[in-house]
Nanobody, 125 residues
Framework: QVLLVESGGGMVQTGGSLRLSCAVS????????MAWLRQAPGKGREFVAA????????SYADSVKGRFTISRDNAKNTVSLQMHSLKPEDTAVYYC??????????????????WGQGTQVTVSS
C-alpha cells in the first residue's frame, strides 16, 4: 500500500512563504515521479508542480512559476514544495501525489494514482 502524508500547511499573509513536505512509504520512492496538486474551494483539482524520479526534471503550472520550487530527497523518501510570494488565489488544499508507473510524468490530476490526505494552505489578504 502506497501511503503519502503531507505536512506544513497553515495560514500566511499575502507575500509570505510556506514549505510543504510529504513523506512516502509502501514502494521504492526513488523510482517514481512526485507531484503537488491543489484544490481551491469550489474548484476542481489542478496541477501545481512535478519532479522526475531523479530530481533532474521539473514542471510547474504557469500560475506558480518563479514562486514555487519542488524538490525531493530520495534518501529520506520525501518531496517538498517551497512556496514564496504567496497570493490569496493560492489558497487551497494541497496534495502530494504519485503515478502508478515508473515512466510517467503527468501534468494533469488524472495522471496520478496515489494521493495524500491533503494539507490546507490559506493566504490572507
Amino acid at each position: 500500500q502506497v501511503l503519502l502524508v503531507e505536512s506544513g500547511g497553515g495560514m500566511v499573509q499575502t507575500g509570505g512563504s510556506l514549505r510543504l513536505s510529504c513523506a512516502v512509504s509502501g514502494r521504492p520512492f526513488s523510482h517514481y515521479t512526485m507531484a503537488w496538486l491543489r484544490q481551491a474551494p469550489g474548484k476542481g483539482r489542478e496541477f501545481v508542480a512535478a519532479i522526475t524520479w531523479s530530481g533532474t526534471g521539473t514542471s510547474y503550472a504557469d500560475s506558480v512559476k518563479g514562486r514555487f520550487t519542488i524538490s525531493r530527497d530520495n534518501a529520506k523518501n520525501t518531496v517538498s514544495l517551497q512556496m514564496h510570494s504567496l497570493k490569496p488565489e493560492d489558497t487551497a488544499v494541497y496534495y502530494c501525489a504519485t503515478p502508478s508507473g515508473t515512466d510517467y510524468f503527468p501534468t494533469v490530476p488524472g495522471g496520478y494514482a496515489y494521493w495524500g490526505q491533503g494539507t490546507q494552505v490559506t493566504v490572507s489578504s
